[in-house]
């Protein structure tokens, strides 16, 4: 009777878990434009994007999305009002326009400026009309982006586009237990930083914000607390990736 009971009990935990968890990206870095983030819960969509507050900077969204041809929605931060987008694979060769779409599902919660770096974070339902539906489990996320020269929307050029999957994962299995759970303070900082983690590091890698490597750290030591000097950085933001094995996450860093 116990074991029918105890097998009982964890289905039922199997089943809260698939019926009422939330998934996440964590922070996850794109080339050194910005950064993305991805939260799913049973109904909605939060996505967090960042990067430079004087560029378009754009996320493709689709089951095999690994160029624009094969990419069927789009989030676009540029300087228009609208942020959802639709590929048209029309235009000047493989240079394809997308178009915004006549229903805007994305509601923008929030969009800041800190030291010419933007943020943005959005919502919507997982399942929209016309978009790309969302799951609410622990599938890698396939994403196309790009980052234009200026807010307007255009081409991006030749090397201002990758592609990634984005692996997902309990959201607290994540925050809790691996190093997608970082702080690094003070922030901002004129001096140095300590970079907190909860599981040691391997290295630290400095990106500009136009994605160039600024300095290359390798962290010999596995504590979780690590000073990293910034005083011989010029004022801007800068983008920490923190690598532990085969794990790397994100921060950005204002230096003043």
Same mark, same amino acid.
């Given at each position: 009777m116990k074991k029918q009971t105890i097998i009982i009990v964890c289905l039922l935990l199997v089943i809260n878990t698939i019926a009422f968890g939330q998934f996440t990206t964590a922070t996850h870095g794109l080339g050194g434009f910005g950064t993305i983030r991805i939260d799913t819960s049973p109904t909605t969509v939060t996505l967090k994007l960042t990067g430079s507050s004087t560029r378009w900077l754009g996320v493709g969204f689709g089951a095999s999305a690994?160029? /624009? %041809? #094969?990419?069927?929605? /789009? $989030?676009?931060?540029?300087?228009?009002?609208?942020?959802? $987008?639709?590929?048209?694979? &029309?235009?000047?060769?493989?240079?394809? /326009?997308?178009?915004?779409? &006549?229903d805007q599902s994305w509601t923008i919660v929030s969009d800041t400026v800190t030291a010419g770096l933007r943020t943005v974070v959005a919502t919507r339902a997982l399942v929209s009309a016309g978009d790309?539906? $969302?799951?609410?489990?622990? %599938? $890698?996320?396939?994403?196309?982006?790009?980052?234009?020269?200026?807010?307007?929307?255009?081409?991006?050029? #030749?090397? %201002?586009?990758?592609?990634?999957?984005?692996?997902?994962?309990?959201?607290? =299995? &994540?925050?809790?237990?691996?190093?997608?759970?970082?702080?690094?303070?003070?922030?901002?900082?004129?001096?140095?930083?300590? &970079?907190?983690?909860?599981?040691?590091?391997?290295?630290?890698?400095?990106y500009s914000q136009t994605g160039a490597v600024v300095q290359t750290i390798a962290v010999n030591s596995k504590k979780?607390?690590?000073?990293? =000097?910034?005083?011989?950085? =010029?004022?801007g933001v800068y983008i920490f990736e923190l690598q532990n094995g085969s794990e790397k996450t994100y921060k950005n860093v204002v230096v003043e």
């Open positions: 690994t160029t /624009m %041809s #094969t990419c069927t929605d /789009m $989030f676009i931060w540029n300087d228009t009002p609208d942020r959802d $987008f639709t590929p048209t694979h &029309v235009g000047n060769d493989y240079h394809y /326009m997308p178009v915004p779409d &006549v790309y539906t $969302f799951l609410n489990d622990s %599938s $890698f996320l396939q994403i196309i982006y790009a980052q234009g020269d200026t807010t307007t929307l255009a081409y991006h050029g #030749t090397n %201002s586009h990758n592609t990634t999957p984005l692996n997902r994962d309990l959201w607290l =299995a &994540v925050e809790d237990f691996s190093i997608n759970a970082p702080s690094i303070y003070p922030n901002p900082s004129k001096g140095s930083v300590t &970079v907190q983690t909860k599981t040691g590091l391997d290295s630290i890698v400095i979780e607390g690590n000073e990293v =000097a910034v005083n011989g950085l =010029a004022t």
